[in-house]
């Protein structure tokens, strides 16, 4: 079985300072890794994938994420934050059965801008 | 840009009530999906449905629950019999297919609150 653990519930950060979202996962078999948003009032939005190759990940809106295989964890950082950054983010796993790939979701991070 | 909508966004029922909840998945997308989120814990996979069948469900996704698709455009999930524990936020999901390369689509939500 598969689980996602996002440690920090809430992440305060002033505007124009870097943050990191943590993330780590467990699965038995090959891995793919997202990290979707949630705006207030709006779905979720996907803002980067890890599938294969590159362990470095860049997404939308400046967000990339590094997959790291030995420490399990595929952190999101951005290295200087706007208010519009306010949102819910998820990390997800899949293992990426054809016709199955059901997204196993940690339970969000909430990060907050400081202006 | 195509969306994923859901309606209602919040619906308020008496415990024993049976509720439907509406989703329009994008237009060419095949492979659809419910998920929850209880208040303060993970997204929650529920079920995927593919070609009008179940293509998998959780332990969740029991007897007093059921995903149709009535129509061309309209995706479905019924509970027949809604328990206080239901009340959460039901996220729809839309896919082009069932590759985990397809990015996963999803609406804004609809709140349930069984009372």
């Known amino acids: 079985a598969q689980s996602v653990t996002q440690l920090d519930s809430q992440v305060p950060v002033f505007e124009e300072a870097p943050v990191e979202l943590r993330c780590n996962y467990s699965s038995s078999v090959s891995v793919y890794l997202f990290w979707y948003v949630q705006y207030p009032n709006q779905g979720l939005q996907l803002l980067l994938k890890y599938l294969s190759g590159s362990t470095l990940v860049k997404g939308i809106n400046g967000f990339e994420a590094e997959f790291n295989k030995s420490q399990t964890s595929f952190h999101l950082r951005k290295p200087s934050v706007h208010i519009s950054d306010t949102a819910e983010y998820f990390c997800a796993v899949s293992d990426g059965g054809f016709g199955n790939e059901k997204l196993t979701f940690g339970t969000g991070t909430r990060l907050t801008i400081i202006p | 840009e195509p969306e994923v909508t859901q309606t209602p966004s919040h619906q308020v029922t008496q415990m024993g009530q049976e509720v439907i909840l509406r989703c329009v998945p994008i237009?060419?997308?095949?492979?659809f999906y419910w998920y929850r989120q209880i208040l303060g814990q993970k997204v929650e996979f529920l079920v995927s449905?593919?070609?009008?069948?179940?293509?998998?469900k959780s332990e969740i996704f029991d007897d007093q629950f059921s995903v149709e698709r009535p129509d061309g455009s309209n995706f479905t999930l019924k509970i027949r019999s809604t328990k206080l524990e239901d009340s959460a936020m039901y996220f729809c999901?839309?896919?082009?297919?069932?590759?985990?390369?397809?990015?996963?689509?999803f609406g804004p939500g609809t709140r349930l609150t069984v009372l």
């Open positions: 999901a839309s896919s082009e297919s069932g590759a985990i390369y397809n990015e996963q689509f």
């Open positions: 237009s060419n997308h095949l492979y």
């Open positions: 449905f593919y070609n009008n069948e179940i293509s998998e």
